[in-house]
C-alpha cells in the first residue's frame, strides 16, 4: 500500500509564496504519475499540474507561469512551488499517484491566501 503525505500547506498573503510536499512510501516511486489537485469550497476538485515517470509536465491554464512541479526520486517526494498566489488558490490542496493513473491520494493540506 503506497502512502502520500502532504506539508506545507497554510495561510499567506496575495502575493505571497508556498511550496508544498508530498513524501511517498513506497520502493516504487520513480515509475509513478504524479499531480497536485485542489478543491475549493463549493466547487470540484481539478487538477492543478502534474507530472509523469518520464518528467513530462502540465499545468493547469491559471496557474501557468506561477507554479512549478518537481520531483525528487531520492526523497520520494514530488512539490508544488507555488509564487505570486492569489485569493483565488485558497483551497485544499491533494496530491496524488499510481504507476498508470492516479491511483492514490494524500489527505490533503490546506492553502488559504488572504487578500
Known amino acids: 500500500q503506497v502512502q502520500l503525505v502532504e506539508s506545507g500547506g497554510g495561510l499567506v498573503q496575495a502575493g505571497g509564496s508556498l511550496r508544498l510536499s508530498c513524501a511517498a512510501s513506497g520502493r516504487t516511486f520513480r515509475r509513478y504519475n504524479m499531480g497536485w489537485f485542489r478543491q475549493a469550497p463549493g466547487k470540484q476538485r481539478e487538477l492543478v499540474a502534474a507530472i509523469t515517470s518520464g518528467g513530462t509536465i502540465n499545468y493547469a491554464d491559471s496557474v501557468k507561469g506561477r507554479f512549478t512541479i518537481s520531483r525528487e526520486s531520492a526523497k520520494n517526494t514530488v512539490y508544488l512551488q507555488m509564487s505570486s498566489l492569489k485569493p483565488e488558490d485558497t483551497a485544499v490542496y491533494y496530491c496524488?499517484?499510481?504507476?498508470?493513473?492516479?491511483?492514490?491520494w494524500g489527505q490533503g493540506t490546506q492553502v488559504t491566501v488572504s487578500s
Open positions: 496524488a499517484g499510481g504507476p498508470v493513473g492516479l491511483d492514490y
